[in-house]
């Protein structure tokens, strides 16, 4: 399934070092866009994987995490206002 994942941390005292975890945790299964936005395609089991370990360093009272998911990347239309980035060129 494709999934379009983006993120808010409250950047308190402890916030930067769950940005960083929460960063690196997404990277390993998504494609980094754009701030805290990540895209890409993922298995349920992975998915899965994915949410447990964020679940680790999202603090439910303090920071927010969306998943948008998609049968597959090619439902999917985006269109650019403003800059374009290479790192999202395979969306028509």
């Not at 960083?20 to 994987?49: A, D, M, W």
């Not at 447990?52 to 360093?57: A, D, S």
Request: hydrophobic letters at 35%; one cysteine or more; charged letters at 35%.
């Amino acid at each position: 399934m494709y999934i379009i994942l983006t993120y808010d941390i409250k950047l308190d005292d402890k916030g930067a070092k769950v940005w960083r975890h929460v960063f690196k945790i997404c990277k390993k299964y998504l494609t980094h866009i754009q701030n805290s936005v990540f895209e890409g395609e993922l298995t349920k089991p992975l998915l899965e994987k994915l949410r447990l370990e964020l679940k680790e360093f999202i603090r439910s009272d303090k920071d927010s995490l969306i998943v948008f998911e998609s049968k597959a990347e090619k439902y999917t239309r985006k269109h650019f206002w403003g800059m374009e980035d290479d790192k999202t060129s395979n969306f028509f």
